[in-house]
């Protein structure tokens, strides 16, 4: 749309005099991709549990735990990740459960107004991030800002500037193997990034191979109208999934016909999804119960896609 | 992902209670929406033009030469509707072509923080909504502000303003059997609302049958990175289409290879979309060659979607 003519004329000459200039740098221009499309469902289900999903206190023990239900994936959380390399070496060896994410752990904000406050978040994310690498992660987990952290205003400018953020902390990703993967949450949470479609548009703008999204279904519950497309808008930037019950952020499962994800399933299946999709929740239950029943659900719904 | 535990408890406390005393009002936590997906194809291609699109000078000469096109809409602009109402019924009298959306044409804008600006926008709209209702238009196309346009901050509160004044607008439009359908633009235009998950997050906390969104392949160049994904998202919200090149907004096909819509007319036959995809662009050619062309290549790339 336009309001009338004149602005619209007048706002092409600025966008034409600023792509001139360089002043729409973030700003892809190069033809629309094609999103890539498939019907063979060759896509596998590969479920992943953070660390404190399994009741187990000891690692080994929530490992055995994990093979014995078929999970192939661990999310540590990030904290104090460089001190234990070893121990995750030693404990995956001759299992089939590799590192899958490596979720948050840093300090600071990346959108913090306070620069003290922001290199802390970069000089810990490094940190995170080239242990993330050593562990063969996929990448580390980041949310901008979260609503009670002081920021800059969401402004063009402040997207701008995250951008390159990101970029200079994407290709440090890059150069040890990994990625630094953009999570949207829901706006209670974090207004800052809600949805896939933006968590994706930021990383064509950053456009580096270091930078990725991913997809939470207990935020997308709140903020996506679709998950489908919310996955197929995050399309080869998708690099991981977090899986939750919808209503309270419990085993999959524990709210009833609430967690169905078939939808959002379809739409990994269609672009061939090669991640994880890991567990971020509680559970209402017994965990001995609620634990495989959830397990159970997602191969179910995921057949059923 | 959560920055610790203690946040994450915290924030999952605040969101409860939050929840309990409404203060989640706008925030939607029913079952999450399936997308209603179809591969049966049904979905027709109907091409609108916008009223300067055609070369003619005359109204009536324009609606000829549409009809010699085949093309079956007519997107008036909303400056001055109410007394052309008489004009576009007698006009369309026995013709294949209908009125489809009316692109903007009100005055202020809806998030204004001057609240006469604010009122000027409702007001003027409330007399285009009941114009397109007369005209039986799919509905009137808004963007909540331009970037020249000095409004609220983009804040969760803003937002919570500006559902609250759709929901009205929505209402009236319904009662006028037309609705109000959201434009996202490009960031250079409206940093506001710049993508299709967003304006269908928007129609999803309005809650209201008078409240849409459309899609404009030359604003999602640039925002969107899966046309398909974006389409997706709009989903039963999805009202309106508007088409131009995708480098520099003329006729389709002017920019070669560029122009390429496949990828979201597959999303839009997914979703069985049932209405106009509009021209809004100029041309860089003679009229007489690049509008024909541009229908042509349309109705290509659509039989090939």
Redo the contacts between chains.
């Keep these: 749309?336009?309001?009338?003519r004149r602005?619209f004329i007048k706002?092409?000459a600025?966008?034409t005099a600023?792509a001139g200039i360089g002043g729409?740098s973030n700003?892809?221009?190069s033809?629309?991709?094609?999103?890539k499309?498939s019907n063979n469902n060759k896509a596998v289900l590969n479920i992943s549990f953070q660390e404190s999903t399994a009741p187990q206190k000891e690692l080994n023990a929530k490992l055995d735990y994990m093979e014995k239900l078929g999970v192939t994936g661990l999310e540590p959380g990030g904290?104090n990740l460089t001190n234990r390399i070893n121990e995750f070496q030693q404990a995956l060896r001759n299992r089939n459960i590799k590192i899958s994410a490596i979720?948050?752990g840093f300090g600071g904000w990346l959108l913090a107004d306070d620069p003290a406050v922001k290199e802390e978040c970069i000089r810990t994310s490094k940190e995170i991030l080239a242990a993330a690498g050593e562990l063969g992660s996929v990448g580390m987990?980041?949310?901008p800002a979260?609503?009670y952290q002081k920021s800059f205003?969401?402004?063009?400018e402040t997207?701008e500037r995250l951008a390159d953020d990101l970029r200079m902390l994407g290709e440090f990703a890059y150069q040890h193997n990994t990625s630094l993967i953009l999570?949207p949450?829901?706006?209670?949470?974090a207004?800052y990034l809600?949805?896939?479609?933006?968590a994706?548009?930021i990383?064509?703008d950053v456009n580096s191979p270091g930078i990725a999204c991913m997809g939470?279904f207990w935020h997308?519950?709140?903020?996506?109208?679709?998950?489908?497309?919310?996955?197929?808008?995050?399309?080869d930037?998708l690099k991981h999934v977090?899986i939750a019950s919808?209503?309270r952020?419990s085993m999959p499962g524990e709210d009833g016909?609430?967690d169905?994800y078939?939808?959002g399933f379809?739409?990994l299946k269609a672009l061939n999804y090669p991640g994880y999709i890991s567990f971020?929740c509680g559970s209402k239950g017994d965990k001995a119960v609620t634990i495989p029943a959830a397990v159970k659900l997602i191969r179910e719904q995921w057949e059923m896609a």
Excluded: W
């Excluded at 749309?1 to 009338?4: A, E, I, P």
């Excluded at 033809?31 to 999103?35: A, F």
């Design positions: 749309m336009k309001t009338n602005d706002t092409l600025v966008g600023l729409i700003m892809c221009t033809k629309p991709k094609i999103t499309m904290a979720c948050a987990i980041l949310a979260f609503n205003p969401h402004t063009l997207r999570e949450l829901n706006r209670r949470e207004f809600r949805q896939l479609a933006d994706a548009s990383c064509r939470d997308m519950t709140f903020e996506e109208t679709s998950d489908h497309g919310a996955f197929i808008s995050g399309g930037y977090h919808r209503k952020r016909d609430a169905n078939i939808d379809k739409g971020e």
